[in-house]
C-alpha cells in the first residue's frame, strides 16, 4: 500500500517532468528514481520508524507509452523494474 501512496504522490510528477524534459534525448532508454520514505507498525507505536527506500526503473518506451495513455500506470509498473530496500518487488496499484 505504500508503495502505491509513493507512486501517486512522489513518482507519477516528476516521471511527467522527465519526460517532457528529456523527450528529444537520443541516447536515454529510461529513467531512475529513488524515494526515501518512512514506515511504522500501527499495532506498536513505540516502535521507531524505519526508513523505506523505493528505487524506481522506467523504460523510456513505457514512459511515452504511459504520457500518450497507452497503457494505464499498473502496465507501466509491470514493464519496470521497482526495488524497496534493494529488494525486488512488484507493485500494485489497487
Not at 502505491?4 to 529513467?31: E, M, N, Q, R
Not at 494505464?72 to 509491470?78: P, Y
Amino acid at each position: 500500500m505504500i508503495g502505491a501512496i509513493v507512486f501517486d504522490d512522489a513518482v507519477k510528477k516528476p516521471l511527467a517532468v522527465l519526460a517532457t524534459s528529456t523527450s528529444t534525448h537520443p541516447t536515454l532508454d529510461g529513467y531512475d528514481i529513488l524515494v526515501k520514505s518512512t514506515k511504522q507498525s500501527f499495532g506498536d507505536s513505540a516502535e521507531p520508524m524505519k526508513l523505506a527506500y523505493f528505487r524506481f526503473y522506467f523504460p523510456k518506451q513505457l514512459v511515452t507509452r504511459y504520457q500518450d495513455k497507452d497503457i494505464t500506470g499498473q502496465q507501466l509498473l509491470d514493464g519496470s523494474v521497482i526495488l524497496l530496500n534493494d529488494d525486488r518487488v512488484d507493485l500494485k496499484l489497487q
